[in-house]
C-alpha cells in the first residue's frame, strides 16, 4: 500500500491501514527502546536516547486498541509521544458523534499523562511543544 515506508537503518517501522491496530505495538517499541536506554552509560545526554512517537487519527481515540495502549503505556512508564491528527471526522463520523466529553486530551489525566492540545495548523505552536 502507498505510504507503508520502513526503513530498519532508520528505526521507521512500517505503518498498518486499519484504525488503531499500530497503538499496542508502539508500546512494545517502546519498552525495548527503555529497556535499552536503561542500559546505557549515564555520561549520555537526554539528546543521545532514543523515545516513540506514535501518529493516529482522532477515530482511533474510540477504538479498544487506544485505550489497552494508554493504559499498557502508563502501567510500563514508557517514553512515548502520542501525536493525534484530529481533523474533526473519523474517516466519515464527525468528531461531535464520536465523543462525548472533550476528545482525546481530556483522556490523558486518567491514565496519569498529561497530555495537551496544539493546533496543528500553527507551526510555531508545534514547535514550542
Known sequence: MPV?????VLNLHTILS???TQLPQVVCAAYKIKIYNENLPSSLSDEERS???AYF???CGSTTGFYSTMNFSATLSVSIIFFCCNNRYAISTPVQDQYAGD????QGPAYGMALMHVD???IFAIHAV
Open 18 to 20: 486499519p484504525v488503531g
Open 103 to 106: 476528545g482525546i486530551v481530556s
Open 57 to 59: 487519527g482522532d477515530g
Open 51 to 53: 523515545i516513540t512517537i
Open 4 to 8: 507503508h515506508y520502513g526503513c530498519r
Open 120 to 122: 496543528g495548523n500553527d
